[in-house]
């Protein structure tokens, strides 16, 4: 069903200029990332590693990461389409969940195509201790509290032709509005020429940590332009459209 929601959302947006979902992690088995989606996906850290994988609850397959209990780096990063610097508006779009507390999972868009490190990351958000906040230049914006166990959306309005995004923040189905803005015209991490061509997700192990401090990612979409609506339909909407594939199937 969510492959023709997929479908059906691609159909709806070509108004609004080019949508690409990159990953909504269906297409995989379950297991840890290195064995059932490397390629495209590629690990960082360690391929075997258990820290990082396509894990499923409640019918849905999400990306999950989290680091042990020491000072190590773990993670994951594919290809997308490239944002060139003579962009001025492109959308990236994702779901988060946090299963626990969790330290330093940072997640957003780079120009190396095998990003491995912090600094290698443009466009960065993070999930730290109970807080979201978006990285600015050299720091960091104001944290917004969050909950374990709710799945949230983020949007990051990217102008790479000036190194600067903003971020809209929700939980629910809903589209973002100017008041769930949590960040302004962030500047990047890194400044770049170069056009933006990987999603990377990094987490930083620290001595004492929790045994998992995990968040999934899912539904990662790059759009061409500004895109403020949710792309993921409301549980509402997919038992309808189901019911009605049903019925189409019966007629047949």
Do not use: C, H
Request: aromatic share 10%; proline share 5%.
């Amino acid at each position: 069903m969510k492959k023709m929601m997929v479908l059906l959302l691609a159909v709806g947006l070509m108004n609004i200029g080019q949508a690409v979902l990159v990953d909504d992690f269906e297409s995989y088995s379950t297991g840890n990332l290195g064995s059932v989606a490397s390629p495209p996906w590629t690990s960082v850290g360690n391929p075997a590693s258990s820290n990082v994988l396509i894990g499923q609850a409640e019918g849905n397959q999400y990306f999950a990461y989290f680091a042990p209990s020491s000072n190590v780096l773990r993670g994951g990063y594919r290809d997308i389409p490239a944002v060139d610097e003579s962009s001025t508006a492109a959308t990236l779009f994702l779901r988060f969940y946090t299963e626990t507390n969790s330290f330093n999972n940072a997640f957003g868009l780079s120009s190396s195509a095998a990003p491995g490190a912090f600094g290698d990351m443009n466009v960065m958000m993070r999930v730290n201790a109970g807080l979201f906040d978006v990285r600015d230049g050299s720091g960091f914006t104001p944290g917004v509290a969050i909950q374990s166990g709710v799945w949230y959306n983020v949007w990051a309005v990217i102008n790479q032709s000036t190194d600067r995004f903003d971020v809209y923040l929700t939980s629910g189905s809903a589209g973002a509005a100017d008041a769930d803005k949590v960040a302004s015209n962030a500047a990047f991490r890194v400044g770049t020429a170069n056009p933006l061509v990987s999603f990377v997700a990094l987490v930083q192990g620290y001595t004492g940590a929790p045994s998992e401090n995990k968040v999934r990612l899912d539904d990662i979409y790059l759009f061409d332009g500004v895109m403020l609506s949710n792309p993921v339909p409301e549980p509402a909407a997919m038992l309808i459209l189901g019911v009605g594939s049903l019925f189409l199937r019966k007629r047949k």
